[in-house]
């Protein structure tokens, strides 16, 4: 069974780093690209970034595209998030997301998908 699962979230303080990770098994998702999610408390689940299929390509949302970024490692399955200088607006829950298509699309229709989410919490 195709899943994918996220893992990395914690507590920080604000300025701190994090970085998440997902781990995708049950076929190859080398050919497709991957996306970020997060949903905060009361708020509509939102687009954060996405790799294409290669890692050539990435993508972020403007509020965090200085502060975070995207790789992916197709040999072990994984995508990584790395989030830098984090601030408490950053806290949500995170999810992973693996896209129909090779190329990145923000929309959470283009994702079939979808791991179980990992908590940030940035401390203020």
């Known amino acids: 069974q195709a899943q994918v699962q996220e893992s990395g979230g914690g507590l920080v303080q604000a300025g701190d780093s994090l970085r998440l990770s997902c781990v995708a098994s049950?076929?190859?998702?080398?050919?497709?690209?991957m996306g970020w999610f997060r949903q905060a408390p009361a708020k509509e689940r939102e687009f954060v970034g996405g790799?294409?299929?290669?890692?050539?390509?990435?993508y972020f949302m403007d509020s965090v595209k200085d502060r975070f970024t995207i790789s992916r490692d197709n040999a072990k399955n994984t995508v990584y998030l790395q989030m830098d200088n984090l601030k408490p607006e950053d806290t949500a829950i995170y999810y992973c997301?693996?896209?129909?298509?090779?190329?990145?699309?923000?929309?959470?229709?283009?994702?079939?998908?979808w791991g179980q989410g990992t908590q940030v919490t940035v401390s203020s």
């Open positions: 049950g076929r190859t998702f080398s050919n497709v690209a």
């Open positions: 997301a693996a896209s129909a298509y090779s190329y990145i699309v923000s929309l959470r229709t283009a994702y079939n998908y």
């Open positions: 790799v294409n299929w290669n890692g050539k390509n990435t």
